[in-house]
């Protein structure tokens, strides 16, 4: 049953993102990711998938609380050196105006646990103070998708105003 509570939510979620943002759709998904939650208190899927959807409505305050159990259930683990490594060898060189008024406040990488991609996570000064906003940051994202075994980027992607932008120039820069 908890699953099927779960499937549901997935269901209410994949469909909210998919067809215009449909408020009914994404507080069905939450009513159910709760109900499987109250069956399986520690599953951590669970508690990110409400997390997420509560991100998508823009309610961060209970986005957080939720992202904080998933760290509580699973905690970070230290990086190894293969991450480090990685993480710098494909790291995005990134181009600012050292007049830039908004400085970069930080940076995280997070390799995906299967796929050859990294996502590099910049956390810039808020630009402009929206009270509908809530975010005390900027956030943009550049995806790496590499071949390992040759040691080249494959793919450079970013998102951009609701698109997913990538060039083959940028493949070729980083390539160089």
Not at 21 to 46: G, H, S, T
Not at 114 to 139: M, Q, R, T
Not at 153 to 163: C, I, L, P, Q, R
């Amino acid at each position: 049953m908890t699953e099927n509570y779960f499937e549901k939510g997935e269901k209410y979620r994949e469909t909210y993102e998919a067809h215009g943002r449909n408020l009914l759709a994404i507080n069905n998904a939450i009513e159910n990711y709760k109900k499987a939650l109250k069956l399986d208190q520690n599953n951590i899927l669970y508690h990110y998938r409400l997390g997420y959807a509560y991100h998508l409505m823009r309610r961060l305050m209970e986005a957080s609380s939720e992202y904080e159990i998933v760290l509580r259930l699973d905690p970070p683990q230290t990086p190894s050196e293969e991450f480090f490594e990685l993480s710098l060898k494909y790291a995005p060189r990134i181009f600012v105006n050292p007049k830039e008024y908004f400085k970069l406040k930080d940076l995280v990488a997070v390799i995906h646990p299967i796929k050859p991609i990294i996502a590099y996570n910049l956390f810039w000064e808020d630009d402009i103070d929206y009270p509908g906003d809530n975010d005390p940051s900027d956030h943009e994202v550049v995806w790496i998708e590499f071949n390992k075994n040759k040691g080249e980027v494959t793919g450079v992607y970013t998102y951009f105003h609701k698109a997913i932008l990538a060039t083959e120039e940028a493949v070729k820069n980083a390539n160089l």
